[in-house]
């Protein structure tokens, strides 16, 4: 979603018997006064176990794109798994949050729900200690 010039928005549960859990996510564009926009995208064609999937970036080669440098990327690893995420520019950061389960990242341990914000680095490993889905978030510093 893209609010460019402003929209009205809201989000609700069609479920009377099972609880909704999201997260709303708001990133400030490069640019200004844009067109409002509103998309759905699969990303389950790029989901593989164990690896990160970047699905938006500022380029147009994953499924969505902004006006921004920011990536998001998202991966279901198995416990005992690592993975090492490399920065896609200069000068930006990374905020991983945990979705699920449990890892150790920078000498910290998170569990479900859990964040932690890394930055003035080329790449961190991150370790899966149980089975665990996690959301990277790499922005401008």
Known sequence: ??????????????????????????????????KPEYHNYNIRPLLKRNELATFISPSGNTPA???????????TFDAGHSVIYRMHKPRTGVYIFVI???????????????????????????EATSETQILAIEVAM
């Open 100 to 126: 699920e389960g449990e890892i150790n990242v920078a000498g910290e341990n998170l569990s479900r729900r859990d964040g932690i914000g890394i930055w003035d680095i080329e790449s961190v490993t991150i």
């Open 65 to 75: 794109h902004l006006l921004q440098d920011t990536w998001f990327s998202i991966g």
């Open 1 to 34: 979603m893209s609010t460019g010039t402003g929209i009205y928005h809201s989000e609700y549960n069609a479920s009377k018997t099972e609880d909704l859990k999201f997260l709303q996510i708001w990133v400030i564009p490069n640019v200004e006064e844009t």
